[in-house]
């Protein structure tokens, strides 16, 4: 297990790369690496260690793999949203189209002299008050 004293570390930044031992450059690298200010020096870095240059290569497809999970995220997340939109709007076009029919059954049995208000509810599913309020439309 290696630890690094980051305050000595970060005090080294700028210092000639040549001047550094590999663990100095590990350090720098490690603080510094993601920081575009200092992406001359930490280029510089990279060049003069083998390890280094590796670690920035899987630094990049990692980065790279976490870009394409978030854009392959954010599409299945629209995906979802879309579906569920499109769920909503079918459930509540089918609950408006069994409702209108409830109530032209009830107008149908109104008309065909049915005068149950309590059983016209019964069998079409609105109220009472819905069907009291379709009976005084007439």
Request: overall charge negative; aromatic content about 6%; hydrophobic content about 40%.
């Amino acid at each position: 297990m290696v630890f690094f004293d980051l305050v000595k570390v970060h005090a080294l930044l700028g210092k000639p790369v040549e001047e550094l031992s590999k663990l100095e450059k590990w350090g720098l690298f490690l603080s510094y690496a993601d920081d575009e200010r200092y992406s001359q020096y930490i280029d510089g870095l990279i060049k003069s260690e083998e390890g280094i240059m590796n670690a920035k290569s899987s630094l990049c497809t990692v980065s790279q793999d976490e870009i394409n999970w978030v854009r392959q995220n954010s599409i299945f997340i629209a995906q979802r949203d879309r579906n569920t939109i499109m769920q909503n709007a079918v459930k509540q076009g089918l609950e408006q189209g069994l409702r209108q029919k409830a109530v032209e059954i009830a107008k149908k049995m109104l008309s065909m002299n049915i005068c149950d208000v309590e059983k016209i509810a019964e069998a079409t599913g609105l109220s009472v008050a819905e069907v009291e309020s379709i009976a005084e439309q007439g």
